[in-house]
Structures are given as structure tokens and as C-alpha cells.
């Protein structure tokens, strides 16, 4: 019955793809007919101009004649009462040359203010015809422009609705190869969906704290739990103290949104998804593996119907996962890494998570008794002192004798368990936040820090930097603007806010205008006057929108 109730899901989410992607081959037939329905518009608008153009020098050169010919009737005029007045009495002749004399004056110089006028009226049309074909050459290039912007977002729009089918198939927890078979070692053995311990044991949302955590894996529930898993079917590697603390710290902290690093069998996330079922099945479960892909589908379609629906499932690597999840702007409450445990790969892990979590998060590093794990989390540790162990294994350590005691933060467990803290200590490292996705403007006015209460003295130096992207990325700008402030803090706090004169302001955005994408990113490195500590924020610094 799952099976079908799949394939009907898949029905209707391929249905669903079918009918955008009509709508979408609709929408752009109507965009290249009304692009077309344009052109013939204009074409049809300059061909009457030019015909109105023809008709009127026509009607000049008409008007031109008629003139002409009356002139050279007025002429002839003249020259009949020039020969009629010279047969008059010789008294007139004086008088009557002077006014031929005048009469020619005058028709020579309506001649000069007619052939003037015809000039004119010439290159009026020529200035006119010369304006008409500089408009047709700038309507014709809006129309090219206009067909490739709409062939761009033609093409935008394709590959989004690509992205869209790909997450039906994905969604429906497909493999990628639909003609894949469920296999024998697939098969998984699953405990029916019921509460581990009663459900009034973990009635309230628990903050935890390195001397809790101590405190309660001595109680007796903690021990009933490690036992109910003990015996638990084998589809993962971890024992069952680590799957009891990671029951527990789900059920304890009431958490939103949960990631694991390494699905594998599916095994740990099977324990996270029913302690998230027994808090009330609000939470969300992210898994990734990029390995064997096809197998997880099957898996995931063995559990009960209700756990199906808390798991988010990703074939891809931890740098692709993360680096989605980042760009996302969800907060995780809990991470959970296991992936590659060498050290570069282990390090990224931990740094990537640690712009997921939450203030108070928490960060479960498995097989901590392997070099890559342990040493990534203690040099975080380090370089992230806001940051705290939930346990003794990393302060406890002696580099007299290194391999003297066991690398973990519970007993029993192969974990190093890291917990968020509050607030951020900014030293003389570079310390940045990354690029924040802003609204679309037109230009970057500042920014703002909270500083805590605190007494320290110093040099805040900063760089701004400002980023526009259009056509998904092929053209970026970037902006930056450096500089320091002078802080000092006697106890009280301080909402620092930065005002950038000028402001950073994008070309691309007042080309573009909403096409344009920003990102911004504050780069901070704090500089104490001697004697002076760390300078202590409350969170990451935001930018002024």
C-alpha cells in the first residue's frame, strides 16, 4: 500500500510539473506574439510617417509650382502695362519706371523669401526624417533589448521550474534510478512507534548545561533509556550510550530543526526522528549522505508513516548540504556531524554548523577518539572562546600525556558535545559572518553592533563589503569601504550604529534596478589598547536597510 500511495505522489507531483510547464510554453508564446505584435505596430506607425512625409514635400513642391507660375504671370502683367505705358505721354515715363522698378524689387524679394521658405521647409523634413529614423533605430533596439530580457527570464524560468520537478521526484522519496529493486540488505528492523519512556518525564523544555548533562546521565531514566537501546535493531554504528544521549538531548531541548551529517542506514536518524515524533512531531529532521543513495528511499519508506514526515533526506555532500542550509537562513537547534573525519573535512563540518546553530545550540561531534574530530573541535574551541564543552575531555587534557584518558564529553559515548554561547568575543582574529542576502537597493548606508556591558578600550576596524549579482551570478559588483572606530566601554553597553559617508552605492543596481541581488558582509578585527580584553557582541552585526 505505501508503495502505491508513493507512486500516487508521484503522479501528482509529475502532473503538477506538466501543467507548470505548460503554463509556462503558454506564457511565452503569448511574450514572442506580443513582442511580434510590437514590431509590425511600429513598423506599420514608421511606414505611415514616412508616407506623410512623402505627401507633404509633394504638396511643397506643388506649392512651389503655383508660386512660380504666378510670378511668372505677374511678369508678364508688367511687362504688357510697361509697353502699354510707354505709348503714354513722355511725363509718365520718370514715374512709371520707378514703380516698374519697385514692382521687380518686390518680386524679387518674394522670390528670395519663397525659395527661403521651400529651403526651410526641406530641411525641416529632412531633420524630421532624420529624427523618425533615429526613434525607429531606438524603438528597434528596445525591442532586441526587451527580447533578450525576456528570453533571459525565459531561460530563468526553465531552470527554476527543472529545480522544481527534480525536488518532486526528490520529495517523493524516489531513488534516482527508477528502476532500482529493493535489495535484502535494506531491509530494516524497527521497533513499533511508541514513547521510549513515559512521555512525562520530558514534560518541559530543559536548558542544558555542562553540570546537568553530568548530573543526569547518573539518574535512573537516563539508564532506562540506555538500556531500551541496548537491545535496539543494529542500523548504525553508534553504541546505545550515544544513541541514549542523543534521544535525550532532542527530547530535553524541545528543538525546531535538527541536522545530521552522515544518514548511512539511517540508523541515528531514525532515533532522532522518534524523539522528535514523542515531542509532539513539530520538528524537522535534516539528513545528508552523498553515498549509496538509492538505498536511503527504501529506508526511509519502512518507517512508520508519521516519522516519514519529520525527515528531510539530501543526496549530497556536507559542503553543498551546509553550504544550502546557510543560504537558507534557518537556525538549527542541534547538529549532529558525521561525516569524513579527517581533519580538514571534520573542521569545515564544525565551522560551517556553527553559523547554523542558535545562541545555546548544540554541536555533536562523533568518533572523537579519531585524531581529525577531536583535534578540529579543540582548535575551534580556541579560536571560538564564546563557545564551552559540555563536558571535561578537552579542558581536562594533559599534552604529557595525550592518549592518557578517554576523548569524550559522556561516558560510554564517542562524542565531543559543543554548545553555542550567547554572545561573540571579537580578538585580533578576522571574524566575518559570511554574505547576508539584503533587499534590492540602491545603495549600503551602515551598519550596527550591540555591544555588551563591559569595560574594555580599543580600535574597531572594519571592512564593508557590498555585492550585486545579476543574471544568476555571470555579473557581480563588489563594493568596499574600510575604516576603524574608537570604542570604550566603562561597564554599560552601547547599540553602535555605523552610518558609511558616503554610502556604498551599486552601478548594477541603477542599471538593473530589481534584476539586482545583494549580499553584505562586515569583516571586523578589534584592536585593544594595552591591558585591554576582548570587545564582547550580543550577536552578528546587521546591516542598515
Request: glycine letters at 6%; a negative charge.
Amino acid at each position: 500500500m505505501r508503495i502505491v500511495d508513493v507512486m500516487r505522489r508521484l503522479v501528482r507531483n509529475s502532473d503538477n510539473a506538466v501543467d507548470a510547464l505548460s503554463q509556462l510554453s503558454r506564457r511565452i508564446d503569448e511574450i514572442h506574439q506580443g513582442v511580434a505584435n510590437q514590431s509590425n505596430l511600429m513598423s506599420g506607425k514608421f511606414h505611415e510617417v514616412r508616407e506623410g512625409i512623402d505627401n507633404q514635400s509633394n504638396l511643397v513642391n506643388e506649392k512651389f509650382s503655383e508660386m512660380h507660375e504666378g510670378i511668372d504671370n505677374q511678369s508678364n502683367l508688367i511687362n504688357r502695362k510697361f509697353s502699354e505705358q510707354r505709348l503714354d505721354d513722355d511725363k509718365h515715363d520718370n514715374e512709371t519706371r520707378h514703380h516698374i522698378k519697385d514692382v521687380h524689387t518686390s518680386i524679387d524679394n518674394l522670390g528670395e523669401r519663397i525659395v527661403k521658405r521651400v529651403g526651410d521647409t526641406h530641411l525641416a523634413i529632412d531633420n524630421q526624417s532624420d529624427f523618425i529614423n533615429l526613434k525607429f533605430i531606438e524603438v528597434r533596439d528596445g525591442l532586441d533589448n526587451q527580447s533578450d530580457f525576456i528570453n533571459k527570464n525565459i531561460d530563468k524560468k526553465i531552470d527554476e521550474l527543472r529545480e522544481f520537478v527534480g525536488r518532486c521526484f526528490e520529495n517523493s522519496a524516489l531513488s534516482r534510478n527508477s528502476t532500482t529493486e529493493m535489495r535484502h540488505e535494506w531491509k530494516v528492523d524497527l521497533r513499533e512507534l511508541r514513547p521510549v519512556v513515559p512521555l512525562s518525564n520530558f514534560s518541559a523544555k530543559t536548558a542544558i548545561t555542562k553540570e546537568f548533562l553530568a548530573t543526569f546521565v547518573q539518574t535512573k531514566l537516563y539508564k532506562d533509556i540506555e538500556r531500551y537501546f541496548a537491545e535496539y535493531p543494529k542500523t548504525s554504528l553508534m553504541a546505545e550510550a550515544s544513541r541514549a544521549i542523543l534521544y535525550s538531548l532532542v527530547r530535553l531541548t524541545k528543538p525546531e530543526l535538527v541536522a545530521e551529517i552522515g544518514t548511512f542506514y539511517a540508523g541515528t536518524a531514525e532515533v532522532i526522528a522518534r524523539a522528535l515524533w514523542e515531542n509532539g512531531g513539530s520538528g524537522e529532521l535534516y539528513t545528508c549522505d552523498p553515498f549509496d543513495v538509492e538505498r536511503h528511499p527504501f529506508i526511509f519508506r519502512q518507517w512508520p508513516e508519521p516519522l516519514q514526515r519529520i525527515v528531510k533526506f539530501f543526496p549530497a555532500n556536507s559542503m553543498k548540504f551546509l553550504s544550502d542550509l546557510v543560504g537558507s537562513k534557518m537556525k538549527f537547534d542541534i547538529i549532529l556531524i558525521d561525516g569524513d573525519h579527517d581533519y580538514e573535512s571534520a573542521a569545515f563540518d564544525l565551522a560551517m554548523s556553527a553559523r547554523l546553530v542558535r545562541p545555546g545550540g548544540i554541536i555533536v561531534m562523533d568518533n572523537a577518539e579519531q585524531t581529525g574530530p577531536f583535534e578540529a573541535a579543540r582548535q575551534f574551541l580556541v579560536h571560538n572562546p564564546e563557545w564551552r564543552e559540555l563536558g571535561d575531555c578537552i579542558t581536562n587534557l594533559k599534552l604529557s600525556e595525550p592518549f592518557a584518558n578517554a576523548r569524550r564529553s559522556v561516558p560510554g559515548t564517542s562524542f565531543l558535545i559543543l554548545q553555542a554561547g550567547s554572545t561573540f568575543t571579537l580578538d585580533s582574529k578576522f571574524r566575518s559572518w559570511g554574505q547576508e542576502t539584503v533587499p534590492p537597493a540602491l545603495n549600503c548606508p551602515g551598519f550596527s553592533i550591540n555591544l555588551l556591558p563591559q569595560n574594555c578600550r580599543g580600535q574597531l576596524h572594519f571592512q564593508a563589503v557590498y555585492r550585486g549579482f545579476v543574471d544568476q551570478g555571470q555579473e557581480q559588483e563588489e563594493l568596499k569601504r574600510a575604516g576603524d572606530i574608537a570604542i570604550e566601554l566603562t561597564g554599560a553597553g552601547k547599540a553602535l550604529e555605523y552610518q558609511l559617508s558616503p554610502p556604498l552605492e551599486s552601478e548594477f543596481h541603477r542599471r538593473y534596478a530589481s534584476e539586482c541581488r545583494h549580499t553584505f558582509e562586515l569583516e571586523l578585527v578589534w584592536e585593544p589598547d594595552p591591558g585591554s580584553p576582548g570587545l564582547k557582541i550580543a550577536g552578528p552585526p546587521q546591516p542598515i536597510v
